[in-house]
């Protein structure tokens, strides 16, 4: 979307529970922005649960919760039968970050044709971005691992 400021959309429809899980293509010190739309008591499902933080959100439809998703594990609740819900997800896709960085080629690409200087420099970025993304947490335990 013009002027957004995640370079991933994803949309599901979602009415059964799902499995824990982090996003892995997610860079890991941004937030992934999930929408819920639809129809359902938020009383009964359709939230989203932290198993970590033993935590429930309950989500009304249309909320829009922000979580850092690359790192903290979390699944959506499901809703009942007759109701709906569909689930509206925007990131920071840590691929497409690293394939801009790249001069949009791939992994394999760059460091294939890549010069000694480009992949010293890539080492640097990588190094000092991820102190720099590190920085953003007060606590290394806020940085959730599976």
């Not at 959100?57 to 039968?81: F, H, N, Q, W």
């Amino acid at each position: 979307y013009k002027h957004s400021v995640f370079t991933t959309t994803e949309v599901e429809y979602s009415d059964a529970p799902q499995t824990v899980h982090k996003n892995i293509q997610a860079a890991f010190d941004t937030m992934e922005a999930i929408t819920v739309l639809g129809n359902w008591n938020h009383r009964t499902g359709g939230g989203v649960w932290f198993p970590q933080d033993k935590a429930l959100v309950e989500l009304v439809p249309g909320a829009t919760v922000l979580i850092p998703a690359g790192t903290k594990p979390y699944s959506l609740v499901g809703v009942r039968p007759h109701e709906k819900q569909f689930v509206f997800r925007q990131f920071c896709n840590a691929g497409v970050l690293r394939w801009v960085k790249k001069g949009l080629r791939s992994d394999t690409e760059f460091e294939q044709g890549a010069s000694p200087d480009e992949l010293a420099a890539w080492e640097e970025y990588r190094v000092l971005r991820g102190r720099a993304a590190l920085k953003k947490f007060s606590r290394l335990n806020e940085v959730y691992v599976l």
